[in-house]
């Protein structure tokens, strides 16, 4: 690895850090603009002036928006986003008992469509123009065009009401049977990986096709090669950095979507709690939350940015 190149990737990671921060100075100024009283909405309607102003001053409300801006980066910095609101319990507390579900939730679906999309990508792309590329690429655009509330909607209706195979909420996060993970994970794991699929098999598709129309491809035919060994020997490789960019930028997808799917189906997730923070106007919380989701997804992209510039030597050169 030569010197250019980490000095490629150490400008990626500080443009991160530095996208991170503004980042969070947008989260903590958007769900500051939120209507509502935080105060108000813990101690009610009836409260009087002198307890709403009591607790805004033990809430810090009554601080300058920069200085609680400056305490709530450095707590966050430390691992202390604060207390939440409406439980008084610390949010870092709160997200640690919905994290490992939400995670749990996202490895799940990524285990089951990233085998499955690059698997139909590179078929695709090898049986380019057949009917199975045709059927492919059309179940492909029309599933994209599908928002994920509707796709959530269509399983509760055909595999929990009508068939009555699988449970319509997803309440339980104790698997002690591969059954009950089934059951568990079924529907909101199927939600997620229609688009997923969808996305990540055209991307992929393209990366193996641009590669077949590379001018050593025809070497490799001249020489003998069977297509099998023509795919995986020699364009599948070449075509990684793509492929790589194309997973990461597919499952960044699966974070907005996972908020969706927790709130449709109950799942005791990071996402549900979030949007159950918002609802009741629990600020520490909603922040905390809305970072993890912006930390991950910055991640993920600067991962598939480096993932370009490792398998694409153009890339290293102004």
């Not at 690895?1 to 190149?5: C, G, K, V, W």
């Not at 409300?61 to 610390?90: D, F, H, K």
């Not at 990233?114 to 698997?119: E, F, G, S, W």
């Given at each position: ?5 980490l ?5 990626r990671?500080a ?22 009283d ?58 640690g ?25 590179i ?89 077949l129309?590379a ?40 974070l ?48 598939a ?14």
């Open positions: 690895m030569n010197l250019q190149l000095r490629l990737i150490a400008g990671l443009v991160g850090l530095v996208s991170l921060l503004i980042v969070s100075a947008v989260v903590f100024t958007i769900t500051g603009l939120l209507p509502g935080a105060a108000q909405e813990q101690l009610g309607q009836e409260a009087t002036p002198e307890a709403l102003a009591a607790l805004r001053q033990q809430m810090g409300l009554t601080q300058s928006g920069p200085e609680r801006y400056w305490q709530w980066l450095n707590g966050l910095l430390r691992g202390n986003p604060g207390q939440s609101i409406v439980s008084s319990a610390p949010v870092a507390d709160l997200i008992s919905r994290l490992p579900n939400s995670l749990m939730l996202a490895g799940v679906t990524a285990l089951v469509s990233v085998p499955l999309a690059l698997l139909l990508g078929l695709s792309a090898v049986w380019r123009g057949s009917w199975f590329d045709r059927a492919a690429s059309m179940g492909a655009v029309a599933v994209v065009s599908v928002p994920e509330f509707l796709v959530a909607t269509l399983a509760v209706l055909v595999f929990a009401v009508h068939l009555r195979w699988l449970p319509a909420l997803s309440y339980s996060v104790d698997i002690s049977s591969p059954g009950q993970m089934l059951r568990s994970f079924a529907m909101p794991v199927m939600s997620l990986s229609c688009v997923i699929i969808a996305q990540m098999m055209r991307m992929t598709r393209a990366a193996v096709i641009d590669q129309r001018p050593y491809i025809e070497m490799v035919k001249l020489k003998g090669a069977s297509p099998a060994r023509m795919v995986l020997a020699h364009a599948l490789p070449n075509a990684i950095g793509p492929i790589a960019n194309a997973v990461a930028l597919s499952l960044s997808y699966l907005g979507g996972v908020i969706i799917i927790e709130t449709i189906f109950n799942y005791p997730g990071i996402a549900k709690l979030m949007v159950d923070g918002v609802s009741q106007r629990d600020m520490p919380l909603v922040q905390a939350c809305a970072m993890i989701f912006c930390a991950a997804y910055l991640i993920l992209v600067t991962l940015d480096l993932c370009g510039i490792v398998a694409n030597p153009r890339l290293r050169h102004q």
